[in-house]
């Protein structure tokens, strides 16, 4: 996978997952993909971050650190045109906790 630089979009917010901080959204688009997608999170203070993707045997086919993300919306594009078909887990870890979603190539 070879990631783009994330950047700072409008901070917005909606329904997801649910932490003892409030709502962190993560989401995945489009979901399922065929080459790029779109990694899309709220963090509510500065962090690093950490997005790594496992394959369905847990192997990890993606991982990258994120130095001092600026709180509010942020989003990574991703290609993976190199991957193959099929189910993966997409976690990101925030000095607030970790959150996980799964996401499908086709």
Known sequence: LAPSPYSIADTSTSSGIVSDMGPVILSAYPNPFSQNFVVQFNIFEKSNVHVEMKD???KTVYDQNL???RNGLS???LDATG???GIYSLSIATEQGTYTVKVTKQ
């Open 83 to 85: 991957l193959a078909n």
């Open 56 to 58: 369905i045997q847990g």
């Open 67 to 69: 130095h001092s993300v």
């Open 75 to 77: 989003y990574l594009e």
